[in-house]
């Protein structure tokens, strides 16, 4: 949602970037009207997908090997658990330097709109591999990105670190030397290696940067202080080092992060993120409209922030929320009203009455969860 949602703001610079290139660099002119159903045009949008493909690999294992890029990639892999919503975890600052990798086909000449296709063939297929439902299917593993081989790339086993990087494609890791299977008696623990620990997607999205400028902070060598940001993952200044150290990740005593939460909270916390889906939506039909989305927009941070804290378990989330509910959100219905867009009572009234039964439902909401009596 978070990445969504910020995208609104983000998302045209790529654009602006690649349109620039194309106007100015592109070395062959290729008419959109190239990429049609003839056999000539088939071949043409297959080859714009497997190039996609190559340029994303390249921009994937770097943002596993270049520092200042893990940690925009970073949140992708902060999940502990691995399903279809690991594939919608994704950051909300990649639009810094990701993509620069693309460059290279806007030079050739493809045409944005068919680059555009291709790479939203490219993200939707990826969404499917990130089950563990599925196991291994057959010779396709050879040449497919699988859940079984995108499995392995969401691991944080050591044999498995920085491996299968291909987007729809294994080809790359294999020709390229970054391959590695699926072993059934090496189990694939997710997660990253110096673990996330919270449910703050502020904080996902800013960890890695918060800990490099730490090191960049301390480290008595300019050289240092700027190298760290682009040198290869995990590397550190040794006078950083020596008095700050990382103690390596113990995977035998490995614990997924889950505080204990009332039940009531949970589902609390499920319905507001129920009307935090509603709003996303909501804000989509806005952004298409032409309609500002900045106040919008930083009520549902807001809610998002707030769910976070409750979801761990804060002994200041409840004060967190019942501040939202009754300073954000009349902010928002005052601002809906002044801008024309809360036109309908019955709306109005929703609004109100969704404010005052989540602080009546949050206030007498149990502050323990229910403890489990054993017999005897």
Not at 22 to 36: E, G, K, T, Y
Not at 227 to 243: C, Q
Not at 270 to 278: E, K, N, R, S
């Amino acid at each position: 949602m978070l990445d969504t949602t910020i995208g609104y703001f983000t998302k045209f610079l790529p654009l602006l970037a690649w349109g620039f290139v194309m106007q100015n660099f592109a070395l062959i002119d290729m008419p959109l009207a190239w990429f049609d159903l003839s056999p000539r045009g088939i071949g043409l949008w297959i080859l714009a997908a497997v190039a996609w493909d190559f340029m994303y690999y390249w921009f994937h294992r770097f943002s596993h090997e270049i520092s200042i890029l893990w940690a925009a990639h970073a949140v992708h892999h902060q999940s502990e658990d691995y399903n279809l919503s690991t594939a919608l975890r994704q950051t909300s600052t990649g639009f810094l330097f990701g993509w620069i990798f693309y460059l290279p086909l806007f030079v050739v000449g493809f045409p944005l709109e068919v680059l555009l296709a291709v790479n939203a063939v490219n993200l939707i297929y990826q969404f499917w591999v990130h089950t563990q439902h599925i196991r291994k299917i057959g010779p396709l593993e050879a040449v497919l990105m699988t859940p079984s081989h995108h499995r392995v790339h969401h691991a944080q086993n050591e044999r498995y670190i920085d491996k299968n990087y291909g987007g729809m494609f294994i080809v790359w890791d294999r020709l390229f030397g970054t391959y590695e299977p699926e072993h059934d008696d090496d189990p694939v623990i997710f997660g990253v290696r110096k673990p996330l620990e919270s449910w703050n997607p502020f904080w996902a999205n800013l960890q890695v940067y918060d800990y490099l400028l730490f090191d960049a902070r301390k480290a008595k060598r300019w050289r240092d202080k700027f190298g760290i940001w682009f040198r290869r993952t995990g590397w550190r200044p040794e006078d950083v080092e020596a008095i700050h150290p990382k103690h390596r990740a113990d995977l035998a005593r490995f614990h997924k992060f889950n505080p204990v939460v009332p039940a009531s909270i949970r589902r609390y916390a499920i319905a507001q993120f129920i009307v935090a889906i509603l709003m996303v939506l909501w804000i989509g039909d806005l952004y298409a409209k032409g309609e500002s989305v900045i106040v919008p927009c930083v009520a549902l941070w807001t809610l998002l922030l707030t769910l976070g804290f409750l979801n761990e378990g804060r002994e200041t989330a409840r004060k967190f929320e019942i501040m939202r509910l009754l300073i954000i959100v009349p902010i928002v219905i005052l601002y809906l009203q002044q801008v024309g867009m809360l036109v309908s009572s019955v709306v109005l009234v929703a609004a109100v009455l969704y404010m005052l039964g989540s602080v009546i439902w949050l206030t007498y909401a149990p502050n323990e969860p229910k403890k489990i009596v054993l017999n005897q």
